[in-house]
């Protein structure tokens, strides 16, 4: 009998949540609001990435990583969905997704194992959980096997507040050939007609050594300062917290920049 996918979900809860000021707020910033459910989008997040379990993947407890200041309320939130989580990463401040996606990794390879790590933010809304499961459940098993798989959303409309990625169909998951910028509307316009674009969902799934290995291609800057940030650390019960010295000089950087826009063709 194969042995199981050992699943490590990662959130990223750092967002301060400006753009629905005022019912976000620096304090209570939008993936801890409950909207249009009894349950916060950060809630939702947590739910989605742990019915991952079965067909062959076993889902350990997640990481979450996040601001500081909002740490008892993701304990609390994290408490009344009854999950129990592996560590909360604090950051002392924001260094942008490249970083907190490194933390994450490193703390996943602490105890020598290499999960699939399937990186969410705490701020979406899904629609349909049996395709999301399905989705994610197929792009792990290509993980598993080395690759970076990032989700794209079929786009319902030329959207141009979102990035788009353009791929073209494979055996087992269609290949990358582009990530491109937002939009403008007759551009997004041509992207829905062509059909082969997506919308980037900010979801990305991979093996934690494959991130750290692509980080230390294409961003060796920020693997090491993040690393000498991580080997600081201090353990606080459920928190692990980066000193704040170390972690402002991390550069700051998204995953799409660091990484993912310099696969395609790589």
């Known amino acids: 009998m194969a042995a199981s996918i050992s699943l490590q979900p990662v959130i990223m809860a750092g967002g301060s ?76 401040v924001g260094r942008n997704t490249a970083p907190a996606l490194t933390l994450a990794a490193l703390a996943a390879r602490q105890g020598g194992g290499d999960p699939v790590l399937v990186v969410s933010p705490a701020d979406q809304t899904v629609t349909d959980r049996p395709a999301f499961t399905a ?45 491109v910028e937002k939009p403008d509307a007759a551009t997004a316009a041509r992207y829905l007609a062509e059909g082969d674009y997506t919308w980037n969902s900010g979801m990305f799934v991979l093996r934690a050594s494959v991130w750290l290995e692509a980080l230390r291609e294409f961003r060796p800057d920020i693997l090491a300062a993040t690393e000498a940030a991580w080997s600081g650390r201090t353990p606080d019960a459920r928190f692990v917290r980066p000193p704040r010295e170390a972690f402002e000089a991390v550069p700051s950087e998204s995953v799409d920049y660091a990484v993912m826009e310099k696969c395609p063709g790589s």
């Open 135 to 179: 989705a994610v459940r197929r792009a792990v098993r290509g993980a598993a096997d080395g690759a970076i798989v990032i989700l794209g959303i079929t786009p319902t409309a030329p959207e141009t507040a979102y990035g788009y990625i353009r791929s073209t169909p494979a055996d087992g998951l269609d290949k990358v050939a582009q990530f």
């Open 17 to 92: 949540g400006t753009r629905l000021w005022p019912l976000s707020r620096s304090g209570f910033p939008k993936q801890f609001l409950s909207l249009g459910s009894e349950d916060s989008l950060f809630q939702q997040a947590l739910a989605r990435l742990m019915g991952l379990a079965g067909d062959g993947i076993a889902v350990e407890a997640p990481l979450v990583v996040g601001n500081a200041e909002h740490r008892f309320l993701a304990l609390e939130q994290m408490r009344e969905a009854h999950v129990e989580p592996a560590a909360l990463i604090l950051e002392p």
